[in-house]
């Protein structure tokens, strides 16, 4: 059974995602991610369609 957890690991990714988000903004870099859009939703869709299909089998729980 998987467990999705926000905890330590996940806040601290965000805030270096914010932080490099930040940095490459200011000094007009291009990112090391997608840079549109559509490309950040792409990822998110893929990692949700696996939850679900987790969640069906019974396999995830939510705390």
């Known amino acids: 059974m998987d467990h999705i957890v926000i905890g330590a690991t996940e806040i601290s990714a965000s805030i270096v995602g914010l932080v490099t988000g930040l940095l490459y903004?200011?000094?007009?870099?291009?990112?090391?991610?997608?840079?549109?859009?559509?490309g950040?939703?792409?990822i998110w869709g893929t990692f949700i369609g696996l939850v679900i299909v987790q969640v069906f089998r019974g396999q995830v729980t939510f705390f």
């Open 40 to 42: 950040i939703l792409a």
């Open 25 to 38: 903004g200011g000094l007009r870099l291009p990112i090391p991610a997608p840079n549109v859009l559509g």
